[in-house]
């Protein structure tokens, strides 16, 4: 009996592993992206210097500590407020990050994490 005690535990451990591994977005690549175009209503501040963008249906994304990566949310406003834009967003275990790889209006490159 303790034996399959440990068989689960050991499984289950495994399991919040590879849950937890894969949550972990680190230098995504374009063929492991979701595209997503939408209009952008709002961009605001976040939490560790975030960039959210708000979606016109309510759904958020986010640039990953996006000011300290040179960002500034006057100029996005003016480029891409009220507009419609292309996400690419990594694809996880369970569908798509709200975190956004690369965000482009039309054929400019508005930003990206792709080498």
Request: charged share 20%; with cysteine; hydrophobic share 45%.
């Amino acid at each position: 009996m303790k034996k399959i005690f440990y068989i689960f535990l050991l499984l289950f451990a495994v399991f919040i592993f590879f849950i937890a591994k894969s949550n972990i977005i680190s230098d995504p690549k374009p063929e492991e992206c979701a595209s997503q175009t939408v209009q952008i209503v709002e961009i605001y501040e976040g939490s560790s210097h975030d960039i959210v963008f708000k979606d016109g249906s309510g759904d958020l994304y986010y640039i990953n500590r996006g000011l300290e990566r040179g960002l500034n949310l006057d100029s996005l406003n003016k480029q891409i407020l009220n507009k419609s834009v292309t996400l690419q967003l990594p694809k996880l275990f369970w569908g798509t990050s709200e975190h956004i790889a690369q965000i482009q209006l039309g054929n400019q490159i508005i930003f990206t994490e792709f080498n």
